[in-house]
T-cell receptor, first 113, second 114 residues
Framework: GENVEQHPSTLSVQEGDSAVIKCTYS??????FPWYKQELGKRPQLIID?????GEKKDQRIAVTLNKTAKHFSLHITETQPEDSAVYFC????????????FGGGTRLMVKP | DTAVSQTPKYLVTQMGNDKSIKCEQN?????MYWYKQDSKKFLKIMFS???????INETVPNRFSPKSPDKAHLNLHINSLELGDSAVYFC?????????????FGPGTRLTVL
């Protein structure tokens, strides 16, 4: 089955700096890669996603890149703000029935003011 | 308006008991899921239902039995609770069961087994 590894497990940055979180996946058939943000005690919420036919996608301060050959994808957050502090999860899915998401282990991002 | 809701929010119970968690979505989605998030925050899918039909069962013990009375509801019943069942359980839903469908999560139910 699919295996998704995520690094780092914790990341501390100064407000205004950039943050990068990296994930690798094992199943070359995976073709959908969402990123979820989970604030303390809250539900995971989708912040951005990318499909396998796209190399990069951007939404304001957030961008995701995908390297299908190397089977890795990354989340980039620029100009970080304290409200970006949360746990971020990457996930991978392929076109099989059920839309099964395999999640990475999560990255706890702390943005220091 | 709450899109995906779960009850109860907290559940504290003794080993060996049977308990249920309820989930409802008002998004008109066809597909619903149960995820388990352990103490290390690792999120793992347990079940997926599409139009009340089970389509994923990820090696979950038989003590866990999901039930979908209609498309808007997916309940999780757990028999003979064990200490290792302590976790946060999230329900989620998506418009369809195909890839690219965003999954919307409920607020979670924190289950503590003593």
């Amino acid at each position: 089955g699919e295996n998704v590894e995520q690094h780092p497990s914790t990341l501390s940055v100064q407000e205004g700096d950039s943050a990068v979180i990296k994930c690798t996946y094992s199943d070359s058939a995976s073709n959908y890669f969402p990123w979820y943000k989970q604030e303390l005690g809250k539900r995971p919420q989708l912040i951005i996603d990318i499909r396998s036919n796209v190399g990069e996608k951007k939404d304001q301060r957030i961008a995701v890149t995908l390297n299908k050959t190397a089977k890795h994808f990354s989340l980039h957050i620029t100009e970080t703000q304290p409200e970006d502090s949360a746990v971020y999860f990457c996930a991978a899915s392929k076109g099989n029935a059920g839309n099964m998401l395999t999640f990475g282990g999560g990255t706890r991002l702390m943005v220091k003011p | 308006d709450t899109a995906v809701s779960q009850t109860p929010k907290y559940l504290v119970t003794q080993m060996g008991n049977d308990k249920s968690i309820k989930c409802e979505q008002n998004l008109g989605h066809d597909t619903m899921y149960w995820y388990k998030q352990d103490s290390k925050k690792f999120l793992k899918i347990m079940f997926s239902y599409n139009n009340k039909e089970l389509i994923i069962n990820e090696t979950v013990p038989n003590r866990f039995s999901p039930k979908s009375p209609d498309k808007a509801h997916l309940n999780l019943h757990i028999n003979s609770l064990e200490l290792g069942d302590s976790a946060v359980y999230f329900c989620a839903s998506s418009r369809g069961s195909g890839v690219y469908n965003e999954q919307f999560f409920g607020p979670g139910t924190r289950l503590t087994v003593l």
